[in-house]
């Protein structure tokens, strides 16, 4: 019987492991965040879904997505606009690599 050897490789972070380049993997990191603290946000003020896409300026099933933490499904402009709609300002920060 032969042994297959098999590689494993090692990645920083999840997303770097998912995306295909370092750059899709800050944006999705980027995005993940955004929906985080939004998600803490309408969790805090108890918000239904309908409640909470209502103050966004989306549909419920919109805020579902968000709210099951669907990255792929939100751009940065979209989810800024909804912090923003929440009454929060979002800063970006850069950190040395």
Do not use: Y
Not at 26 to 43: D, F, G, S, T, V
Not at 50 to 71: E, F, I, K, S
């Amino acid at each position: 019987m032969t042994k297959i050897k098999t590689k494993t490789k090692t990645f920083s972070s999840v997303w770097d492991a998912i995306a295909d380049t370092p750059e899709q993997a800050a944006n999705l990191q980027a995005r993940a965040e955004l929906m985080r603290q939004i998600a803490a946000i309408i969790k805090a003020k108890n918000w239904k879904q309908a409640d909470a896409a209502t103050h966004c300026g989306v549909t419920q099933p919109r805020m579902n997505d968000l709210l099951r933490g669907r990255v792929s499904r939100f751009s940065l402009d979209a989810l800024v606009n909804i912090a923003t709609a929440l009454g929060r300002r979002v800063h970006v920060a850069l950190e040395v690599a």
